[in-house]
C-alpha cells in the first residue's frame, strides 16, 4: 500500500495544453466515439460553457442516432434556443420533437440551448434524508446533477467539454480528462470509454490531490480548508478497494475521486463520489458512507439500474457495506435487527411496495423496503447458497451485466447459472410479493420416551404462506443443538430426540430471515413514533412556551397535537405518543418522576403502559435554546431507545434491550424452602430492626395474619420505642379522626363512625380491632394510606381522565405503570374475577396503580413527618408481591429500602415475593354478637331481608321486612350504626329492638322486641 505521504498537489497551470477548436473537437467527438460498442447506441457530444457570476450555462449537444432506433429527448431545465435535424434549422419558438422517429440510416441532431440555475441557498433537510439533489450554479461553485442538458432515454455514448473559469476545476464521469487554459477560462475534455446513463458535472475551486494505488488513480477534490482529508480518506479508500476487489475483482475504472460539495449529498457516480462538506469532516463517515458509494461503482455505476424494473443495487450495496462491516465486526445479527424493526416501523399496508416497484428513496417506508429488505433479501440468498456459490454468482452478473441496465431478473439468472437451486420462487416471493412472513412457535411438548426427550413443536406461519428455512436452535443442559426447518405450509410438525430435557427453543436467533418481529423481540424505538403518520404530541399546561416550535413541525407532518388538559386514555392507547417535558401531567401519571440525567435535550423511547405494541417518547429539554437545536435531529436516530444531546450534538445514543430470536423457555423450574433452616418470628424481628420501613401483608379474612401483623408491631414498638403504623384499611380523607381517636380524644364509636369504616372497608373490625388497640394504647400515631374509595372506584369504571380537577388534587401527580409482570399479573387477576362489562381492563390496571401509588405517597409523607421513626405499613399481600405495588414505588419516591414480610395462607410461593414469608396456624377471629339476619339499607332505614333459621332474631319472632328504628334506645339509621353498636356486646346480651311492622292496609306499627343474643 502506497504511503499516504505521497500525496502531491496537481498544480493548475500544469495541466497539458490541447491545440483545438470548439467545432473541431466536436466533430472529433461525435466520429471518435462511434466503434467502441457491438451493440448500436446513441453517441451524444456535449460542449458547454459555464458563466458562474450570471448562473448561466451555455450548451450545445451533437447527438446520433443509430439507424432504425426510436429516442426521447427530454429538453429538462433548458430553454432551446434552436435546432437542427437532417439539415433543417429551427429556432426555439418550435418545440423539439418528444421522440426521434427511426430511419434507416443514422440521423444527427444538434441542439443550442442555455439553463439559468439558482445561486447556491439551498436549505438543509431537518430530519435526515440530507440535502436535495438540486442543480446550483453561481461564483462559488456549480452542482449539476440531472435536467442540465437535453437528455435522451437509455444508455448513450457520452463525451463532454466544459468550459469554466480558469480557477475551477471540474469533474465528471470520466476515463480521461483533459484541460486547456487560454486566458482566464479553461476548457476540460471528459471521456468515458462506456456507454452511461446520462452525464454530472462538478466544478468549484478545488485542491487536487493523487495517489495510485495497485494502478487505480485515486483523487481528492477539496475545498482548501479541508486539505488534511485527504490522507485519512485515501487511507480508507484503499482499505476498501482491497476488501471489494477480493471479493468482486478488479475495481472497474483505472481512476476514482473524493469530491466534496457544499451541501450535505452522499451520491455515487462512475468514476466518482460526491460527499457534502459536514458529511466529509463526521468521523464515522470514512467507517460507513465511504465504502458504500465505493462499492457503488460495481453495483450502480458499472452495472446500471433498469429502474422501472425495480432497483435492486441499493439492497445489495446495503448488504456488502452497511451490513457487511458489522458482520465483520461480529454485530450482523444486531444489524439485521435493526432491518427488521424499521420496517415494522416504517411500513404501513398502504405505503407499502414491492422490491419490483421501489426505484429510489421517497420516504422512511420505501428506503425500508428498497434498503433494509433488499438487503435481507441478499442476506437470505448467500444463507441459501452459501458463501462460495454467492460470491461467484456476482462475479458472474457483474460480467454478464457490465455497463448495462439491469433488473432482478438479470440478477435472478446470475446467480441461477451458479447454482442448481431453482430460485424462481425465492425471487418471486420477495422481489414481486409485498409483506414479509410473521412466525412463531406453538404447541411445545416434552415427552420422556424409550431412555431420551421427545421435543415436539408446531412452527407456525402466522400471516401469508412464505416458502422458508427457519434456523432453530434447541438448548439442553449438554449445550445447544442448531439446524434448520424447512417450512412452505400454514403449520409444520418438528419432532426431535435429546438425550438431556430441552429447556429452550429459539428460532432465527441471528435474525437470518425477513420476517416479523415478536412482541417481546421489539425494544421500544424512536422510529415506532417517528415512522407513524398518526402520532400524537402532547403538550404541558406549563413550559409551553419551550416546546413551542415542535407544534407547527409536528403538525406538518400529520401528528395530531393536544395539550395535556385535552388527552384522554383512549388517546394514548390507539396511537404512539411524544411527550414534551417530563413535567407533563400525563406522564407524570405513567412513568412517574423517575430521575433523569442532566442533559440538553433527552430523548427516550419506552413501551406505553396503556398499550404494549405502542411507544411512548418522551423529550425533556433544559432550555428553549437546547429544544430548537436538537429536537428535529430525532428522525436520523429511528433504531435508538435513549439520546442525549449537547448544543444540538448527540452525546450518547443507546437501544433499549430485547430478546434475541423467537424464544420459548420450557424450563422446569420449582421453589423450595429447607425446613431445617426456618427462621422464629424472634429471629425476622431482629433482623429488621434497623430497617426503616416493613411491610407486612395479609389476607384481609384471615385473622392469623392480623395476630402476627400485631406480634411484628408490638416487638418493633419494644425494641425502637417509637413506630408510625400505616394502615391500607382507612381512606386519607379521615386521618383527622384516626389521630383523635389514637390520643383519646373521641371513642372506638365515635372514631368508626367518622372514618366510616363499615362502608368503606366493610371486613370485620375486629380483625383490626387489637392493632387499634395497641396503638392507642402507646399513642403510635395511624397513617390512613387509602384513597377515597369513590375516586378508585370512579376511576375503575371510566379510567382516570374522567376524574374531576378538584378529584385530581386528591391523587399524585407521579404515577409509574410501567411495570409490565404486574400489569400482566392483574390481567390474570382481572380474568378470573370480571363478571361485567363496566369495567374493562385498562381502567381496571389504572386504579390498582393509582391505589399502590397513593399508599406510596401517603407513607412517604408519613417518613418526613415523624423522621427517624420506623414506619410499619399494613396492606393486602397483592399490594406487596415482588414489591410491584406499593414497595417498589416507596422506594423510588424515598430511596429507602423496605422489608417485605408476607403472611401466606398457603398459595404458591415464588422466588423474589418478599424477603420473609410467615405461615401462620390458623386462628378463629373474635366475633361479635350477631342478629342472625340479612340487612339492607333502605329510605326508611335498616330493612331485614332475610331471618336465618335458630338465630337470636328467630327466636325473638322478628320478621322479614321489619325496619329497625333503634337498639335500646339508641337510633339506628344504617347498618355501620347497627353493627358498632354490637362491638362491645357479648352473648347472652338482652337487647331491646325497636322495629317497624308492616300491618295488612294500615300501614306501619312501632313494636319493641326483646333479642338475647
Keep these: 500500500m502506497q504511503s499516504s505521504g505521497n500525496l502531491s498537489t496537481i498544480k493548475k497551470n500544469m495541466i497539458p495544453y490541447i491545440k483545438t477548436t470548439t467545432a473541431l473537437l466536436f466533430i472529433f467527438l461525435a466520429a471518435g466515439v462511434c466503434n467502441l460498442w457491438a451493440v448500436e447506441i446513441p453517441r451524444y457530444a456535449l460542449h458547454v460553457k459555464v458563466l458562474p457570476e450570471s448562473r448561466l450555462l451555455e450548451g450545445r449537444a451533437h447527438i446520433t442516432v443509430p439507424a432504425g432506433m426510436n429516442l426521447a429527448i427530454q429538453p429538462g431545465d433548458c430553454e432551446i434556443l434552436s435546432w437542427v435535424m437532417s439539415g433543417s434549422h429551427n429556432t426555439g419558438g418550435q418545440n423539439i420533437p418528444a421522440v426521434i422517429e427511426a430511419e434507416a440510416e443514422d440521423k444527427t441532431i444538434i441542439i443550442n440551448y442555455t439553463a439559468e440555475f439558482p445561486a447556491s441557498q439551498q436549505k438543509e433537510d431537518t430530519i435526515g434524508h440530507g440535502s436535495s439533489g438540486r442543480n446550483i450554479l453561481d461564483d462559488s461553485g456549480i452542482t449539476l446533477l440531472s435536467d442540465w442538458y437535453p437528455a435522451v432515454a437509455g444508455l448513450a455514448a457520452y463525451s463532454l467539454i466544459v468550459d469554466v473559469p480558469s480557477d475551477f476545476e471540474a469533474v465528471s464521469e470520466a476515463n480521461t480528462a483533459t484541460a486547456q487554459i487560454t486566458g482566464d477560462r479553461k476548457a476540460v475534455s471528459f471521456t468515458f470509454a462506456h456507454p452511461l446513463p446520462g452525464l454530472t458535472l462538478i466544478a468549484g475551486r478545488y485542491t487536487v490531490y493523487q495517489e495510485d494505488f495497485r494502478g487505480i488513480s485515486l483523487k481528492a477534490f477539496l475545498f482548501s480548508a479541508d486539505k488534511k482529508l485527504a490522507s485519512t480518506y485515501f487511507q480508507h479508500t484503499k482499505r476498501y478497494l482491497e476488501l471489494y476487489e477480493s471479493m468482486l475483482g478488479r475495481f472497474p475504472y483505472a481512476s476514482f475521486a473524493i469530491v466534496e460539495n457544499r451541501f450535505q449529498t452522499g451520491y455515487s457516480f462512475p468514476t466518482y463520489t460526491l460527499l457534502g462538506t459536514k458529511v466529509l469532516k463526521l468521523p464515522f463517515i470514512v467507517e460507513t458512507s465511504l465504502g458504500h458509494e465505493i462499492l457503488h461503482q460495481w453495483f450502480g455505476n458499472h452495472i446500471y439500474v433498469d429502474y422501472e424494473k425495480g432497483n435492486w443495487s441499493e439492497g445489495l450495496v446495503t448488504y456488502l457495506a452497511d451490513h457487511w462491516y458489522k458482520h465483520l465486526a461480529g454485530e450482523g445479527p444486531e444489524y439485521r435487527k435493526k432491518i427488521l424493526i424499521g420496517y415494522m416501523n416504517y411500513v404501513s399496508p398502504h405505503s407499502e411496495l414491492t422490491l419490483e416497484r421501489f426505484s429510489g428513496v421517497q420516504n422512511r417506508s420505501s428506503r425500508a423496503v428498497g434498503y433494509g429488505k433488499g438487503a435481507m433479501l441478499f442476506h437470505m440468498l448467500r444463507m441459501k447458497l452459501g458463501d462460495t456459490v454467492f460470491f461467484r454468482g456476482l462475479k458472474q452478473f457483474i460480467t454478464l451485466s457490465q455497463y448495462k441496465q439491469a433488473s432482478w431478473d438479470d440478477v435472478k439468472h446470475a446467480f441461477a447459472s451458479e447454482t442448481e437451486n431453482d430460485l424462481e420462487d425465492?425471487?418471486?416471493?420477495?422481489?414481486?410479493?409485498?409483506?414479509?412472513?410473521?412466525?412463531?412457535?406453538?404447541?411445545?411438548?416434552?415427552?420422556?420416551?424409550?431412555?431420551?426427550?421427545?421435543?415436539?413443536?408446531?412452527?407456525?406461519?402466522?400471516?401469508?404462506?412464505?416458502?422458508?428455512?427457519?434456523?432453530?436452535?434447541?438448548?439442553?443442559?449438554?449445550?445447544?443443538?442448531?439446524?434448520?426447518?424447512?417450512?412452505?405450509?400454514?403449520?409444520?410438525?418438528?419432532?426431535?430426540?435429546?438425550?438431556?430435557?430441552?429447556?429452550?427453543?429459539?428460532?432465527?436467533?441471528?435474525?437470518?430471515?425477513?420476517?416479523?418481529?415478536?412482541?417481546?423481540?421489539?425494544?421500544?424505538?424512536?422510529?415506532?413514533?417517528?415512522?407513524?403518520?398518526?402520532?400524537?404530541?402532547?403538550?404541558?399546561?406549563?413550559?409551553?412556551?419551550?416546546?413551542?416550535?415542535?407544534?407547527?413541525?409536528?403538525?406538518?407532518?400529520?401528528?395530531?397535537?393536544?395539550?395535556?388538559?385535552?388527552?384522554?386514555?383512549?388517546?394514548?392507547?390507539?396511537?404512539?405518543?411524544?411527550?414534551?417535558?417530563?413535567?407533563?401531567?400525563?406522564?407524570?401519571?405513567?412513568f412517574a418522576d423517575k430521575p433523569l440525567p442532566d442533559a440538553g435535550l433527552i430523548v427516550q423511547a419506552r413501551t406505553n403502559p396503556l398499550a404494549e405494541d405502542k411507544v411512548a417518547l418522551l423529550m425533556q429539554a433544559r432550555s428553549s435554546d437546547e429544544f430548537a437545536k436538537a429536537f428535529r435531529k430525532i428522525y436520523r436516530y429511528g433504531t435508538y431507545s435513549y439520546l442525549l444531546f449537547e448544543d444540538g450534538k448527540n452525546i450518547t445514543k443507546q437501544l433499549a434491550e430485547s430478546v434475541p430470536g423467537i424464544v420459548k423457555d420450557f424450563t422446569l423450574r420449582a421453589q423450595a424452602v429447607v425446613p431445617q433452616n426456618n427462621l422464629t418470628l424472634e429471629e425476622i424481628v431482629d433482623s429488621i430492626q434497623d430497617r426503616r420501613v416493613v411491610f407486612v401483608g395479609e389476607v384481609h379474612s384471615e385473622y392469623a395474619h392480623h395476630v402476627m401483623q400485631l406480634e411484628i408491631i408490638r416487638r418493633l414498638y419494644k425494641l425502637k420505642g417509637r413506630l408510625v403504623i400505616g394502615m391500607e384499611m382507612f381512606q386519607q380523607p379521615f386521618q383527622e379522626y384516626l389521630d383523635r381517636y389514637i390520643q383519646g380524644e373521641i371513642s372506638e364509636e365515635d372514631f368508626l363512625q367518622k372514618t366510616e369504616y363499615f362502608t368503606r372497608w366493610k371486613f370485620d373490625y375486629n380483625l383490626y380491632r387489637e392493632i387499634m388497640h395497641f396503638a392507642r394504647a402507646h399513642k403510635i400515631p395511624v397513617i390512613a394510606l387509602n384513597l377515597g374509595a369513590e375516586i378508585i372506584k370512579k376511576v375503575s369504571a371510566h379510567g382516570l381522565e374522567m376524574l374531576t380537577e378538584e378529584e385530581q388534587q386528591h391523587i399524585p401527580a407521579a404515577i409509574d405503570m410501567t411495570n409490565q409482570d404486574y400489569r400482566q399479573s392483574m390481567q390474570k387477576v382481572f380474568s378470573y374475577h370480571t363478571v361485567s362489562n363496566s369495567k374493562d381492563f385498562e381502567n381496571f390496571f389504572q386504579s390498582q396503580i393509582l391505589w399502590d401509588e397513593t399508599m406510596a405517597h401517603n407513607a412517604a409523607e408519613a417518613l418526613q413527618t415523624y423522621p427517624d421513626t420506623p414506619l410499619v405499613v399494613l396492606a393486602g399481600n397483592g399490594h406487596l408481591r415482588y414489591s410491584w405495588g406499593i414497595p417498589g414505588r416507596l422506594q423510588r419516591l424515598t430511596g429507602e429500602t423496605p422489608v417485605v414480610i408476607l403472611n401466606s395462607n398457603g398459595g404458591e410461593i415464588d422466588r423474589g415475593i418478599a424477603d420473609f414469608v410467615l405461615f401462620p396456624e390458623p386462628l378463629a377471629a373474635p366475633q361479635s354478637p350477631r342478629l342472625m339476619v340479612m340487612i339492607k339499607e333502605e329510605q326508611h332505614g335498616v330493612v331485614i331481608e332475610k331471618i336465618m333459621p335458630g338465630g337470636p332474631a328467630e327466636q325473638a319472632g322478628l320478621r322479614e321486612e321489619d325496619i329497625i328504628v333503634a337498639v335500646d334506645k339508641r337510633d339506628i339509621t344504617d347498618i355501620a350504626g347497627l353493627k358498632i353498636f354490637l362491638l362491645n356486646h357479648k352473648k347472652g346480651d338482652v337487647l331491646q329492638v325497636t322495629v317497624k311492622r308492616k300491618r295488612l292496609m294500615r300501614g306501619y306499627k312501632e313494636i319493641v322486641v326483646p333479642v338475647t343474643l
Excluded at 482 to 497: A, G, L, N, P
Excluded at 517 to 543: C, Q, R, W
Excluded at 553 to 567: L, S
Aim: a negative charge.
Design 426 to 590: 425465492f425471487f418471486g416471493q420477495w422481489v414481486y410479493r409485498k409483506g414479509i412472513p410473521s412466525v412463531d412457535v406453538e404447541n411445545i411438548a416434552v415427552l420422556y420416551r424409550n431412555g431420551t426427550y421427545l421435543l415436539e413443536v408446531d412452527i407456525v406461519q402466522k400471516k401469508e404462506i412464505y416458502d422458508l428455512d427457519v434456523p432453530v436452535c434447541v438448548e439442553t443442559s449438554l449445550g445447544r443443538e442448531e439446524s434448520h426447518v424447512h417450512i412452505d405450509t400454514r403449520r409444520v410438525h418438528m419432532q426431535k430426540m435429546f438425550t438431556e430435557r430441552p429447556e429452550r427453543i429459539v428460532l432465527d436467533a441471528r435474525y437470518d430471515i425477513m420476517r416479523d418481529l415478536t412482541a417481546a423481540e421489539k425494544p421500544p424505538v424512536i422510529s415506532a413514533f417517528t415512522g407513524s403518520p398518526h402520532g400524537l404530541v402532547i403538550m404541558p399546561a406549563d413550559d409551553r412556551e419551550l416546546y413551542d416550535p415542535a407544534v407547527t413541525f409536528f403538525e406538518d407532518r400529520g401528528y395530531a397535537v393536544k395539550t395535556e388538559n385535552e388527552v384522554t386514555n383512549r388517546d394514548i392507547v390507539k396511537r404512539p405518543v411524544l411527550f414534551m417535558s417530563a413535567h407533563n401531567g400525563v406522564y407524570r401519571r405513567l
